[in-house]
T-cell receptor, first 110, second 114 residues
């Protein structure tokens, strides 16, 4: 079993749709969590951190469920420009390496 | 801010050649790492370092060497290039302080081995 697992998709949705991605992790001691966005083999860039209480940034909402060991990303009112691959990232409790999921591909269509 | 700088952006090598991919960061980050990404695939960790003088292997280290003589630089050396090493290579750095912050990536090096 991979340390971090994501549904690879692809998710194909129309503009304006709401779409949600989940990501599960195996290390219950994991300390911090992030969602990254990657466009067409460019470098991944931070989309948002994921806080225990959940957090929102405009149309994007991130949630953490420590009991079930998963994080989620909700995108409301999808735009064409949201088309990308979304990577979840899990950091260990010590100063060690981050673990990246393989990514979920989203295509938003007109 | 320059952030994480990788050079070169593109490179074509012949099988058997060696070369070094350069990575430098100006954020005083302790942790640096190298990933490769093949088409349609996720990031795979090659090597990483938690500080100057300390390096360790990731999941796909064979055929690659690294060194970390300074905090700023973390070069990746291909010893004898093979077509299977054709990929996009990303360098990343992050702070390992209490906040355990996010990783910052360079723009990538697109390597083709013929």
């Amino acid at each position: 079993r991979k340390e971090v697992e994501q549904d690879p998709g692809p998710f194909n949705v129309p503009e304006g749709a709401t779409v949600a991605f989940n990501c599960t992790y195996s290390n219950s001691a994991s300390q911090s969590f992030f969602w990254y966005r990657q466009d067409c083999r460019k470098e991944p860039k931070l989309l948002m951190s994921v806080y225990s209480s959940g957090n929102e940034d405009g149309r994007f909402t991130a949630q953490l469920n420590r009991a079930s060991q998963y994080i989620s990303l909700l995108i409301r009112d999808s735009k064409l420009s949201d088309s990308a691959t979304y990577l979840c990232v899990v950091n260990p409790p010590n100063a060690g390496k981050s673990t990246f999921g393989d990514g979920t591909t989203l295509t938003v269509k007109p | 801010n320059a952030g994480v700088t990788q050079t070169p952006k593109f490179q074509v090598l012949k099988t058997g050649q060696s070369m070094t991919l350069q990575c430098a960061q100006d954020m005083n980050h302790e942790y640096m790492s190298w990933y490769r990404q093949d088409p349609g695939m996720g990031l795979r960790l090659i090597h990483y370092s938690v500080g100057a003088g300390i390096t360790d292997q990731g999941e796909v280290p064979n055929g690659y060497n690294v060194s970390r003589s300074t905090t700023e630089d973390f070069p990746l050396r291909l010893l004898s290039a093979a077509p299977s090493q054709t990929s996009v290579y990303f360098c990343a750095s992050k702070s390992t302080g209490a906040a355990n912050t996010e990783a910052f990536f360079g723009q990538g090096t697109r390597l083709t081995v013929v």
